[in-house]
């Protein structure tokens, strides 16, 4: 394998590379059924703010699901014609966004213009990143047939009881239970999917992983029999190049020189196409009953746009097998907003700071700006209303810092269920954010352990690996077993998804199994609630 790009000399609160794709903004268009773009392109104009162009194959369009003057939203990709700064860039969607306003049209209504900011999997910078930490081989590697030691269970009741600073909501007994609880046989199986928006491996790997490794490695066995060709028994996948203008959307993403220059992985450097697969395999160990559906939002390097997320979620949507299968959909990625102005200052356009310099500006901003993915979301749950959502909350925290960081964008939205982690102790790991806002709101559980910037290689997350390892160094190293151990939020999420499919697969109803779920939760004062899961024996 090649090596990556080495980015500049890993400081804390290394300058971005950049939030946001260049050149381009994000309008979310009220409107009812068929969406003139000729009009939106001529309104647009209008302004007189710079030269633009709408493409009207990448227009994504939703039923709003809401009564109102309008029936439909269109999420409309904007392309800045020319060279324009960062700051200049910002400037003209604000005053784009000020000024329609005043000049309504009869036909639409503006309700958010916005940069079409990055987003990648949980990350462990203030920009574009991968999880907590790299992924490191096994040590000791898994016994060939080994079932228990990628399993999950819950804490027992002496676990429980020896967490110190917290308050079990129930009694601890409760726990003894395991899993199931008191869903037993009392009810009929339900039908249940689990859609992760996340990176995919090539399709080409995977056979090749299956055929190298299946007779020694159940999970890879489990998951991608019954010979390693997608879709599997229990995995589908949708690629990029089977949605509409994916290709297109990934090119600079995937281009080394723009991962070097514009889209680089602060202290990531290294691919992680494997995360996709690493989180639906902790997905389908808890849910072996579920189906699992990897969609490709992100590329190799863990990067994607907010037009890829909303391209994906739209996916999902689409290619629903059944109304019948009642679905989760596990984001184990955040959307890359600069919550650290005070660090970032210097890094961010002028513009910009002036829109997040003070509490209330500040406020009203990020609400405008991440409407996009918010309706997209809303519509999801108003078209069906059975539908969990649940997102990692991010990597920002630093070992030593007992201030943990905000939950990112999606986790911090209503109605998404966020997941912090915790490390196989129960305490928070380091590099975790609050699990949600409110805090109170989400859930933290297992999510690996640390040894400095890696994972620990004996009790980090253990998952489906098949690619090479990073060495740390822009390298690689072999990968022996197919195994490998990581952590992150990223891989939080997953538990929580997991947990919710087994239980619905059990015959509970989505809505009472989140309930189970926020029953078992252990109050830990002034700060997220626990979930305790361990993973192994």
């Given at each position: 394998?090649?090596?990556?790009?080495?980015?500049?000399?890993?400081?804390?609160?290394?300058?971005?590379?950049?939030?946001?794709?260049?050149?381009?903004?994000?309008?979310?268009?009220?409107?009812?059924?068929?969406?003139?773009?000729?009009?939106?392109?001529?309104?647009?104009?209008?302004?007189?703010?710079?030269?633009?162009?709408?493409?009207?194959?990448?227009?994504?369009?939703?039923?709003?699901?809401?009564?109102?003057?309008?029936?439909?939203?269109?999420?409309?990709?904007?392309?800045?014609?020319?060279?324009?700064?960062?700051?200049?860039?910002?400037?003209?969607?604000?005053?784009?966004?000020?000024?329609?306003?005043?000049?309504?049209?009869?036909?639409?209504?503006?309700r958010?213009?916005?940069?079409n900011?990055?987003?990648?999997?949980?990350?462990?910078?203030?920009?574009?990143?991968?999880?907590?930490?790299?992924?490191?081989?096994p040590?000791?590697?898994?016994?060939?047939?080994?079932?228990?030691?990628?399993?999950f269970?819950?804490?027992?009741?002496?676990?429980?009881?020896?967490?110190?600073?917290?308050?079990?909501?129930?009694?601890?007994?409760?726990?003894?239970?395991?899993?199931?609880?008191?869903?037993?046989?009392?009810?009929?199986?339900?039908?249940?999917?689990?859609?992760?928006?996340?990176?995919?491996?090539?399709p080409?790997?995977?056979?090749?992983a299956?055929?190298?490794?299946?007779?020694?490695?159940?999970?890879?066995?489990?998951?991608?029999?019954?010979?390693?060709?997608?879709?599997?028994?229990?995995?589908?996948?949708?690629?990029?190049?089977?949605?509409?203008?994916?290709?297109?959307?990934?090119?600079?993403?995937?281009?080394?020189?723009?991962?070097?220059?514009?889209?680089?992985?602060?202290?990531?450097?290294?691919?992680?196409?494997?995360?996709?697969l690493?989180?639906?395999?902790?997905?389908?160990?808890?849910?072996?009953?579920?189906?699992?559906?990897?969609?490709?939002?992100?590329?190799?390097?863990?990067?994607?746009?907010?037009?890829?997320l909303?391209?994906?979620?739209n996916?999902?949507?689409?290619?629903?097998?059944?109304?019948?299968?009642?679905?989760?959909?596990?984001?184990?990625?955040?959307?890359?907003?600069?919550w650290?102005?005070?660090?970032?200052k210097?890094?961010?356009?002028?513009?910009?700071?002036?829109?997040?310099?003070?509490?209330?500006?500040?406020?009203?901003?990020?609400?405008?700006?991440?409407?996009?993915?918010?309706?997209?979301?809303?519509?999801?749950?108003?078209?069906?209303?059975?539908?969990?959502?649940?997102?990692?909350?991010?990597?920002?925290?630093?070992?030593?810092?007992?201030?943990?960081?905000?939950?990112?964008?999606?986790?911090?939205?209503?109605?998404?269920?966020?997941?912090?982690?915790?490390?196989?102790?129960y305490?928070?790991?380091?590099?975790?954010?609050?699990?949600?806002?409110?805090?109170?709101?989400?859930?933290?559980?297992?999510?690996?352990?640390?040894?400095?910037?890696?994972?620990?290689?004996?009790?980090?997350?253990?998952?489906?690996?098949?690619?090479?390892?990073?060495?740390?160094?822009?390298?690689?190293?072999?990968?022996?077993?197919?195994?490998?151990?990581?952590?992150?939020?990223?891989?939080?999420?997953?538990?929580?998804?997991?947990?919710?499919?087994?239980?619905?697969?059990?015959?509970?109803?989505p809505?009472?199994?989140?309930?189970?779920i926020?029953?078992?939760?252990?109050?830990?004062?002034?700060?997220?609630?626990?979930?305790?899961?361990?993973?192994?024996?």
């Open positions: 394998m090649n090596k990556v790009p080495s980015n500049q000399a890993q400081e804390p609160y290394q300058l971005p590379i950049h939030y946001f794709v260049p050149n381009q903004f994000l309008l979310l268009i009220e409107h009812n059924e068929g969406l003139q773009a000729e009009s939106l392109q001529r309104y647009i104009g209008s302004f007189n703010l710079a030269e633009t162009s709408i493409n009207r194959e990448r227009i994504l369009t939703f039923e709003r699901g809401e009564e109102g003057r309008f029936d439909h939203f269109s999420l409309v990709p904007v392309e800045i014609q020319g060279e324009i700064s960062d700051d200049d860039q910002i400037e003209v969607i604000e005053r784009f966004y000020r000024e329609s306003r005043k000049r309504k049209h009869d036909n639409f209504f503006v958010s213009a916005s940069p900011w990055l987003a990648s999997t949980a990350q462990g910078q203030m920009v574009t990143g991968g999880p907590g930490t790299m992924p490191v081989p040590n000791p590697i898994p016994p060939a047939g080994d079932n228990q030691i990628y399993s269970r819950l804490a027992t009741s002496a676990e429980v009881v020896s967490i110190t600073g917290v308050s079990p909501g129930v009694n601890p007994t409760e726990f003894d239970r395991g899993l199931s609880g008191e869903v037993g046989r009392k009810t009929a199986p339900r039908p249940v999917e689990i859609a992760l928006l996340d990176t995919v491996p090539p080409e790997r995977i056979r090749e299956f055929a190298k490794w299946h007779y020694d490695h159940p999970l890879i066995e489990s998951l991608l029999s019954p010979n390693g060709t997608l879709p599997s028994d229990h995995l589908r996948v949708t690629y990029r190049d089977a949605m509409p203008n994916g290709v297109t959307l990934f090119e600079a993403l995937e281009n080394e020189a723009d991962h070097d220059q514009a889209y680089g992985v602060l202290n990531h450097v290294y691919e992680m196409s494997d995360h996709g690493f989180a639906a395999g902790i997905a389908h160990t808890l849910a072996p009953q579920a189906s699992i559906h990897l969609v490709e939002v992100l590329s190799k390097w863990g990067v994607g746009t907010t037009e890829t909303a391209l994906g979620l996916t999902i949507l689409n290619e629903r097998r059944s109304e019948a299968v009642d679905l989760i959909i596990n984001c184990s990625l955040t959307i890359q907003f600069p650290d102005t005070k660090h970032a210097d890094a961010l356009p002028r513009s910009l700071v002036k829109m997040l310099n003070t509490k209330a500006r500040r406020a009203g901003f990020i609400e405008r700006v991440m409407l996009p993915i918010r309706w997209i979301l809303e519509a999801f749950q108003n078209k069906y209303p059975n539908v969990l959502i649940v997102a990692a909350a991010g990597n920002d925290g630093r070992a030593g810092n007992s201030r943990r960081p905000l939950a990112r964008y999606p986790a911090a939205f209503p109605d998404v269920i966020g997941a912090g982690a915790l490390k196989s102790d305490d928070f790991a380091p590099y975790t954010n609050q699990s949600d806002l409110p805090l109170n709101a989400g859930i933290a559980t297992f999510g690996g352990d640390t040894d400095q910037d890696r994972a620990d290689a004996a009790t980090g997350m253990l998952g489906i690996y098949i690619g090479e390892f990073p060495d740390g160094q822009g390298g690689t190293l072999p990968n022996d077993s197919g195994w490998g151990r990581w952590a992150g939020t990223s891989f939080a999420a997953p538990v929580i998804s997991g947990v919710l499919a087994a239980r619905i697969g059990m015959g509970e109803h809505d009472d199994a989140h309930t189970w926020e029953d078992l939760l252990i109050e830990a004062s002034g700060s997220d609630n626990i979930f305790p899961m361990k993973q192994g024996t």
